[in-house]
């Protein structure tokens, strides 16, 4: 039984693509990992809707990668992670991991001043997620929120750089600058992205360096410490199976941007939820 387990699939899921970023950080940390990704690109953006629906969305992603008999599930979407980790913990039979508490960790891992900046979707935002568990981590930290929704449609477009980018990020980065942050917690899947130039703008701005904090790593040592625990982790070749809700052509399209690697259509199957 305890093989069995072992040899069986890790479940990630992501409102879309950018939950890929984790995918990859995952494949780097545990390649003898069989990982199946499932993206919910017929219900993509989360981070503009309600808890409610976020949490509704988050059940019916979940139950579909528990019926393919994983091992553990990775919630690689910080939105869901933010509003619906709790649920899935109490419905699900395996071990769940979400993005809020690596990335939180991370952040305060990499602040200097303790004052520690999260740009995250509005659901993330008025969660208060990062927030709790920075406080939950560390009595120290004063943690400072930005919501930034127009950075997902760009990354989505692969509006990476360029002249509109830079003047989108500076605006969101003003106010967390202005309150003297040393590090941003980059709390949305797709901001990974834009990494390079957030850490640029930033730095400009404060006209020091600023820690740029992105939880895919983290959350990847995470779940390598969690399968180690349990005795759940894999030997051999390990695996990446791709699905999505809608759209899988241009899923195989942009997803070689975020997974670095090249796909093409039939890497990718399209499933209803
Ligand atoms: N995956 C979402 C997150 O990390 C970003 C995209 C969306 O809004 O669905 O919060």
């Known amino acids: 039984m305890t093989d069995q387990r072992r040899e069986a699939p890790i479940g990630v899921f992501d409102s879309g693509l950018g939950g890929l970023t984790v995918a990859r950080a995952i494949r780097a940390r545990l390649p003898s990992e069989r990982l199946i990704y499932l993206g919910d690109t017929a219900r993509v953006p989360y981070g503009t809707r309600s808890a409610h629906t976020v949490i509704r969305y988050a059940r019916t992603c979940a139950s579909h990668l528990a019926a393919r008999g994983v091992k553990m599930l990775v919630v690689a979407c910080n939105t869901v992670s933010a509003v619906a980790l709790p649920m899935l913990r109490v419905e699900l039979d395996v071990p769940v991991l979400g993005v809020i508490g690596p990335g939180a960790r991370a952040g305060v891992a990499a602040t200097r001043s303790h004052r520690v900046g999260i740009l995250a979707t509005a659901g993330t935002v008025g969660s208060g997620a990062y927030p709790r568990m920075i406080a939950a981590t560390s009595t120290r930290c004063e943690v400072v929120q930005r919501a930034a929704p127009l950075l997902v449609p760009l990354v989505e477009e692969g509006w990476l750089d360029g ?82 809700t809608d759209l899988p052509d241009r899923f195989a399209e942009v997803a070689s941007r975020f997974l670095g690697q090249e796909l093409s259509r039939e890497d990718v199957a399209a499933i209803d939820l």
Not at 173 to 186: E, F, G, N, S, Y
Not at 193 to 210: D, K, N, W
Not at 224 to 236: K, W, Y
């Open 163 to 244: 002249e509109v980018p830079p003047l989108v990020v500076r605006r969101y980065l003003a106010d967390l600058i202005a309150q003297d942050v040393d590090t941003i917690v980059l709390g949305c899947t797709h901001y990974p992205l834009l990494a390079p130039l957030i850490e640029r703008e930033a730095a400009a701005l404060a006209g020091a360096p600023v820690a740029i904090v992105d939880s895919a790593e983290a959350t990847a040592e995470e779940l390598a410490a969690v399968l180690e625990e349990r005795g759940l982790a894999r030997e051999g070749e390990g695996g990446l199976d791709l699905m999505v």
